[in-house]
């Protein structure tokens, strides 16, 4: 991939928001204000994290498990970011993940040729074009079967329609409720739908582009997928897209000290189990990791071998040693109910002998 390719890429990922920012500079007490920007803001993290934690970690990938009205407010408010009914969504992303960058991969920017014509239609193809050639044919019957059989997540896929009026609407009317004018709520509808709606779409595509093109990698994986550390806080953590294709069952993209801090979702994640409303969380070992790392794989996985032997010998060791313990134990405690029922004995037969010698009454009295 040449510089050029990379420049556009960037430019085509960055200029929409670089924009958006500059027009809400421009607009300033015009058409935006501190109560619109917070109804964007809020709007977008509770929307993108429906795709992130609900459409995407738990539904599609099950690296958690909750109850099932987390799962109906998951799977509404991933509706709302207006990217597809949850069915068809969970279905198009696990087809992604079974033919990664090869032929049947819904939203590859690798299989449009070659040469920088190729690199351009691809990337056009992974970051909208497959909406309009190859969104929704992932067989549902094949790769949803799970959500099929679920009676409340068919019918919020069946809502769908009504989620576009709630994620368009709602946002009009909490303006309108907190400002009391006509004004505020087309302002609502304006930042807090239409352009909200834009900038999650445009992230959540730059993960099916840019993170299929342009960063860096480390584990031992056969696509092209890209770990892109600028994306992260805005995508919400999906952007570590190579830990998550290495791992994809794992509740955490980021994997590192640093990663696992940006990835907001993870974050959530680390909170919801806190608090008991999600549980079964999945985990990625250190030595899972350090045995998939590319290049030192077969090394790491001697070093991780040898860990955990030597693991198992520890463990092995402390079982000897607390059974060591505990039959000490149980011989100082039988010896001492010998020696106390020794005593006992001696005491009554000294009794006896008291009272056979005209000595006092062992008794009492
Ligand atoms: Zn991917
Ligand atoms: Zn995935």
Avoid at 81 to 108: M, Y
Avoid at 191 to 215: A, E, M, P, Q, Y
Avoid at 253 to 266: F, I, N
Wanted: charged residues 15%.
């Amino acid at each position: 991939m040449t510089r050029v390719h990379k420049f556009t890429n960037l430019l085509g990922v960055a200029l929409p928001p670089a924009a958006l920012v500059l027009g809400i500079v421009l607009l300033w007490h015009r058409a935006i204000g501190p109560l619109v920007l917070a109804i964007l803001l809020v709007s977008y993290v509770l929307t993108a994290g429906g795709i992130t934690l609900g459409y995407h970690r738990l539904f599609t990938h099950r690296s958690f498990q909750t109850s099932a009205p987390m799962r109906a407010v998951l799977a509404i408010i991933g509706s709302m970011a207006l990217e597809g009914s949850v069915i068809t969504w969970v279905a198009d992303h696990r087809k992604h993940h079974t033919f990664t960058d090869q032929e049947g991969d819904p939203h590859s920017p690798h299989l449009a040729g070659p040469g920088f014509g190729g690199a351009i239609k691809g990337l056009w193809h992974a970051h909208m074009g497959w909406l309009f050639e190859s969104v929704g044919q992932a067989e549902q019957e094949r790769y949803a079967p799970d959500l099929l059989k679920d009676p409340t997540i068919r019918r919020i896929d069946r809502l769908f329609p009504l989620w576009i009026v709630l994620s368009l609407g709602l946002p009009g009317l909490i303006a309108f409720a907190i400002a009391g004018t006509w004004w505020a709520a087309l302002m609502g509808v304006v930042w807090g739908g239409l352009v909200r709606v834009f900038l999650v779409h445009h992230i959540t595509w730059s993960i099916n582009s840019v993170c299929h093109f342009f960063g860096n990698r480390r584990f031992d994986v056969e696509d092209e997928s890209r770990n892109v550390f600028w994306l992260a806080p805005f995508s919400l953590g999906e952007s570590w897209h190579h830990n998550h294709h290495a791992f994809p069952t794992s509740a955490f993209h980021g994997l590192r000290l640093g990663e696992r801090l940006t990835d907001p979702t993870g974050l959530m994640i680390l909170l919801l189990e806190r608090l008991g409303l999600i549980w079964n969380v999945v985990r990625v070992s250190p030595e899972r990791q350090a045995a998939k790392l590319a290049g030192a794989a077969s090394t790491v996985r001697t070093v991780a071998t040898d860990a955990a032997t030597s693991a198992k010998l520890a463990a092995a060791n402390a079982r000897h040693a607390a059974t060591g313990a505990a039959s000490s134990a149980r011989f100082a405690a039988s010896e001492a109910a010998a020696n106390a029922k020794h005593a006992a004995a001696h005491a009554g037969q000294a009794a006896i002998d008291s009272v056979a010698s005209g000595g006092a009454d062992p008794v009492g009295a």
